[in-house]
């Protein structure tokens, strides 16, 4: 069955970096799109940033533009998303996600926290 397991998220201070990844299996990788989202403490989930099959195409959240990058790695099915200058409006659990038609899927998600 499909399973997506992020990692890398932590505590890190305004200015700071970090590296999600996000580990998958269960299907073809490298035929899907893949996404990061994240949601605040009671907000909702929100589109952080997503990258084609071939990893040619990216798109991001305006809020994150210029600071987040997504890359992906077919050959070891794993997803990344490097999150650079964090401000604390970033914290934030965040979630790898696949639609493989006809159904959604999620991660358990990794908690990043951006403070001082």
């Known amino acids: 069955q499909v399973q997506l397991v992020e990692s890398g998220g932590g505590l890190v201070q305004p200015g700071g970096s970090l590296r999600l990844s996000c580990a998958a299996s269960g299907f073809t990788f490298s035929n899907y799109q893949m996404r990061w989202y994240r949601q605040p403490l009671g907000r909702e989930r929100e589109l952080v940033a997503s990258i084609s099959s071939t990893g040619q195409t990216t798109n991001y959240a305006d809020s994150v533009k210029g600071r987040y990058t997504i890359s992906r790695d077919n050959a070891k099915n794993t997803v990344y998303l490097q999150m650079n200058t964090l401000k604390p409006e970033d914290t934030a659990a965040y979630y790898c996600?696949?639609?493989?038609?006809?159904?959604?899927?999620w991660g358990q998600g990794t908690q990043v926290t951006v403070s001082s």
């Open positions: 996600y696949v639609r493989s038609w006809p159904k959604d899927y």
